[in-house]
């Protein structure tokens, strides 16, 4: 809460959480207290899935206050209740998925100076780049258009007003505006944790046209509902957080250094224009990636 989102005393602070994650929500209202800051909490049942808008009073509620932080079970990130508030000049901190034993070791435990550097430096060699091409030993072979896309640093640190990170925080990523070829998912995956076995996503003008693998129909059963926005895809990020690991809570996983994700559905929330009401993160775990044909030292 200091370190990260430079909380101090009188101002007012939002705890959002549901029934699955009361114990770290009750953690952070109790050190927010003894801060002296004006504390809140409010608990929803779970969304179903990730990027499902919380109920219209948090939402509201997220909009009156300084800062939220929201360890929830599915992502607020990807909503248009976080983007709202921060367009009200709210602090917020998302930390979907999150458990007691990643409060405690793992990307959190990071040094925050290390990831800020290890961000803006990756950044940097992106910067003014075209094109993004990503291949892995699996058979990943995509390429991203990003001429006109804004590349995105979450780095944790997060005090000024309108701002937004996740916590744990780490990597740099953008809403390409069009890729096509293949992605093929060896990490995990959001919604369905760790995978055993791989799964394959073949794209074709930004759309996910075809998915195969064993849990396959997991995913389809998340996105066929919602439409070909929901086949989007939203993201391209590569993580920069030198205590990540993955352990099948995408929270941590998309921030290890040196992996590669994409995101299926929604990207309005991070500089794009498809509205899904689905973000589903998905992890390459030992990608090769080229700007403009120039290969990327990920780590």
């Known amino acids: 809460m200091h370190t990260y989102l430079g909380l101090k005393q009188t101002e007012t ?8 994650r009361l114990r770290i929500a009750k953690s952070l209202y109790d050190t927010a207290r003894e801060m002296d800051c004006d504390a809140i909490m409010m608990t929803m049942p779970p969304r179903s899935r990730h990027g499902e808008e919380p109920p219209r009073a ?12 929201a360890p929830t079970t599915m992502s607020l990130t990807h909503t248009s209740a976080r983007k709202q508030a921060n367009d009200a000049g709210v602090r917020t901190a998302s930390m979907p998925g ?6 405690i070791e793992g990307g959190l435990t990071a040094e925050p100076q290390e990831v800020m550097e290890q961000t803006r430096r990756l950044a940097e060699t992106f910067k003014g780049a075209s094109e993004i091409r990503i291949t892995s030993e699996l ?13 995105n640093l979450d ?18 990523y953008t809403a390409p505006e069009n890729c096509t070829g293949t992605v093929v998912i060896d990490g995990s995956m959001a919604g369905l944790e760790l995978l ?5 996503i073949r794209v074709e003008e930004g759309l996910a046209v075809d998915v195969q693998g064993d849990r396959a129909k997991e995913v389809l059963k ?14 391209l990020g590569i993580g920069t957080n030198p205590r990540a690991r993955i352990i099948g809570v995408v929270l941590e996983d998309e921030k290890v250094r040196g992996t590669a994700h994409i995101a299926l559905g929604d990207n309005s929330t991070i500089g794009g224009n498809v509205v899904a009401g689905v973000h589903l993160d998905a992890i390459i775990r030992k990608p090769r990636v080229f700007a ?8």
């Open 98 to 103: 999150v458990t007691e034993q990643m409060m």
């Open 196 to 200: 055993k076995n791989p799964l394959r």
């Open 222 to 235: 998340i996105i066929n509902p919602l439409g070909d926005e929901a086949r989007n895809i939203a993201e």
């Open 58 to 69: 948090v939402a509201e509620a997220m909009r009156s206050v300084d800062v939220v932080i």
């Open 139 to 151: 058979g990943t072979d995509i390429s991203f258009e990003v001429d006109a896309s804004k590349w």
């Open 155 to 172: 780095v944790g640190c997060c005090r000024q007003k309108g701002c937004s990170t996740n916590l744990p925080a780490g990597e740099v």
């Open 13 to 20: 602070v939002l705890i959002v959480t549901d029934t699955l």
């Open 292 to 299: 403009d044909g120039l290969e990327i030292d990920l780590v």
